[in-house]
């Protein structure tokens, strides 16, 4: 699968739509989620047109990974959410409910998240 230039996270990158930048460094953008599913729902996006975190671990350089997830950490610290706790979610193809094919991690935290998955 290609990376497609089109997707929503793609175009934010450019600057071709507008988001809520609540981080930004040469590694990562986050904003938050347009559907939050908890009381803190941030998205942190790598800078570089990365599918999935399979991609991103083979394609990323050293420098791009460390500063990504060094970026993830800092969002959550200045949520505030640290203490009470978070969750990291990226999801990774269609069995995951992947919507956007730009790798992502989402940060969700603000109360108690219960359990990961409800039983199949």
């Given amino acids: 699968m290609s990376y497609d230039t089109m997707n929503v996270f793609a175009r934010i990158l450019r600057g ?12 990562a953008l ?3 989620d347009i559907r939050p599913a908890a009381p803190c729902h941030v998205l942190v996006i790598p800078k570089g047109a990365y599918i999935s ?10 420098e791009e990974i460390t500063g990504f997830f060094r970026a993830v950490a ?3 610290k200045r949520l505030g959410v640290e203490e009470s706790g978070y969750r990291l ?4 193809g269609p069995d995951s409910h992947q ?4 790798f992502h991690v989402h940060i969700l935290g603000g109360r ?7 039983p199949a």
């Fill in 74 to 76: 800092l969002v959550a």
């Fill in 99 to 102: 919507e956007v094919p730009h």
């Fill in 89 to 92: 979610l990226a999801n990774a």
């Fill in 30 to 32: 986050a904003f938050p």
């Fill in 112 to 118: 108690r998240l219960g359990p990961l998955l409800t």
């Fill in 53 to 62: 975190i399979a991609d991103f671990g083979a394609k990323a350089s050293p």
């Fill in 16 to 27: 071709e739509i507008p988001c809520e930048k609540l981080y930004e460094d040469e590694f």
